[in-house]
Structures are given as structure tokens and as C-alpha cells.
């Protein structure tokens, strides 16, 4: 086996295992065929093609609205645990103190706020979550599918909105840190680093709306096998 080939099939076995749950099978249907193809660099212009399964971050198609309520419960169960907000909510206290204890100046005291403000910001998303679903945590309520599906449906119309929220936390808490210590920072270059980290971000908020939008359409064509249209309850 020639190195040309080795390199293309080595591409192509970490697209299979780098690729999502829900674009492995096209992963591993692109690699078979790397593999069959006769010419060697055609295999290698084959595999660093198939690179662009990584993109697309797909979840596992449902298969039966049975397994609705274990997504559901690790939702909650994830929600419930705060998935991290922890960090972000913690320097809230912290900075808070320092802008009336701290002699600071105009900016340290804007950097100091904006962590504040961060803070609010995760704290305030995190403790909604856990009101809105406060009556989901009783073994109970997974017994009914339908009633899951419909408020994992819900859940998924807000993940874009809450991941939207948590990346402001980030930037709010990315940009006052540095902001609040004389570090030499300059506050346009700090803007500036900000605004490219949102606007890289914006390729992870629509490919979570799109991820949500597939796992509300499979859930509607599961209830449609059941009788059960989009709206009734």
C-alpha cells in the first residue's frame, strides 16, 4: 500500500471517528468508498472531501417517541445541574465587591461590571430553566410519551435562545476580566477580539437551531404516526 493511500484511508477513519452520532453512517459510507476507489490520489482528493461530514453536528435520528423521555430526562437532569454556568456565575459576587472596595477607574470599574453583568446573565438563565421545568423532576411524568415529546419540543424551540445567552455570559466575562486589571489591554482591542469571538460563534447558533428544528420535525412525524397533530395535546 502506497503512502498516498495510507494517508487517504487515515483521513477517512478519523472522519468515521470524529464525525457526530448522526452523520456516522455517511462518515463510514464515505469512507468505503475511499477505500474501493482505484487511484490512489483520487482516494486522497476523495478523503479530504469527505472532511466536510465534520461540519454538520447531527444528532441520532429518533427512531420511536419511546425514547423521548430518556432525552427529556437527561435534558432536565442537565439543566438541573447548572451544565457549567457555575463558573460564570460565581465572579459575580467577587467583581461586585470590587467596584466598591477596589479604587478603580473608569475602565476597571466597566470591566468589573460587565463580569457582574455576566453573571446576572447565567444565573438568570440557569434559574429559569429550573423553574420552568421544577414539575418535570417526578419519575412519574415519563410515562407519558406524548406529554414529553411535547415539552422536549419546547425545550428544543429554546436551546438557540439559551446557548445565545450563555455565549453573552462568555463575552461579558471574557472582556471585563482582562478589562478590570491594568494589564495593558487596550479597551478598543479588547472590543475587537469580542466582536470576531461572536461572530465565530455564529456558525454553533445555527447549527443548533438546525439540530433543534430536526428533532422538532421528527417528533411531529412521530406524532403524526400516532394521530396526533402538531397542536392538539
Known amino acids: 500500500m502506497t503512502r498516498v493511500r495510507k494517508l487517504a484511508l ?12 448522526g452523520c ?19 482516494a486522497l482528493r476523495w478523503a479530504i472531501g469527505s472532511t466536510r461530514v465534520l461540519l454538520d453536528r447531527r444528532q441520532v435520528p429518533l427512531i420511536s417517541l419511546d425514547e423521548v423521555p430518556d432525552l427529556l ?25 470590587r467596584i466598591f472596595i477596589d479604587h478603580l477607574n473608569g475602565l476597571q470599574r466597566t470591566g468589573c ?5 455576566g453573571s446576572i446573565v ?8 429550573r423553574r420552568r421545568l421544577k414539575l418535570r423532576w417526578y419519575d412519574d411524568f415519563y410515562d407519558d410519551t406524548v406529554a414529553c415529546a411535547r415539552l422536549y419540543q419546547a425545550e428544543q424551540r429554546r436551546i438557540p435562545a439559551r446557548l445565545f445567552f450563555l455565549l453573552l455570559s462568555l463575552l461579558c466575562t471574557a472582556v471585563g476580566i482582562p478589562l478590570s486589571y491594568r494589564n495593558g489591554f487596550e479597551p478598543s482591542t479588547l472590543w475587537g477580539m469580542a466582536g470576531v469571538f461572536f461572530l465565530a460563534m455564529q456558525p454553533l447558533l445555527i447549527q443548533a437551531q438546525r439540530n433543534s428544528r430536526r428533532r422538532i420535525e421528527q417528533i411531529n412525524a412521530l ?9 392538539e395535546l
Open 73 to 97: 430526562l437527561k435534558h432536565v437532569d442537565y439543566t438541573r445541574s447548572g451544565y457549567g454556568l457555575w463558573v460564570l456565575i460565581l465572579q459575580g459576587p467577587f467583581y461586585a465587591t
Open 24 to 42: 456516522k453512517e455517511w462518515a463510514e459510507g464515505l469512507a468505503r468508498e475511499a477505500a474501493v476507489i482505484d487511484s490512489d490520489w483520487a
Open 10 to 21: 487515515g483521513i477517512s477513519a478519523r472522519v468515521v471517528r470524529w464525525a457526530s452520532p
Open 113 to 117: 461590571i460587565l463580569v457582574v453583568l
Open 122 to 129: 447565567a444565573g438568570s438563565s440557569w434559574l429559569m430553566g
Open 223 to 231: 406524532l403524526a404516526e400516532r394521530g396526533l397533530s402538531e397542536t
